[in-house]
């Protein structure tokens, strides 16, 4: 199986045409992110402001048939990520998803069983609003 970069530079692509309207809230990059993470597999379904579990409301549950394989809680883009990590809510996410993604759309961070696993960054805005992309994504 060989790696397909396109889905990512699509979304990139995406995500830098929504900022650049400067209306852009949290929620405006959800169907963005949809498109990206169902990219993967035929049998994945993202689906956006999912029922409220009993830890919470993440921003998607991730499904393969009936299966919950993972949720992911977005925020907007330049929030910064550790601190939301320091927040009753991620630890709470944390304590009780075994299969965790947060995000502000261009830092992805996973966690499984409470611990973070991996980190990747797709890029960062810079001041003319434009996504510098990462030539290194992923990190420990």
Known sequence: MSFDPKPFSEYVST???TLATSHASEGSYYSALQALVQSFDSGITATILPKQLECGAPDFIITKGSTIIG???AKDI???LDEVEKSEQLKRYRDSLSNLILTDYLEFRWYRDGKRELKANLG??????????E???LKK
């Open 135 to 137: 030539k290194r994504v």
């Open 124 to 133: 960062t805005v810079d001041s003319a609003g434009k996504i510098k992309r």
């Open 15 to 17: 995500v830098e045409k």
């Open 71 to 73: 949720c992911i809680e």
């Open 78 to 80: 330049g929030k910064s």
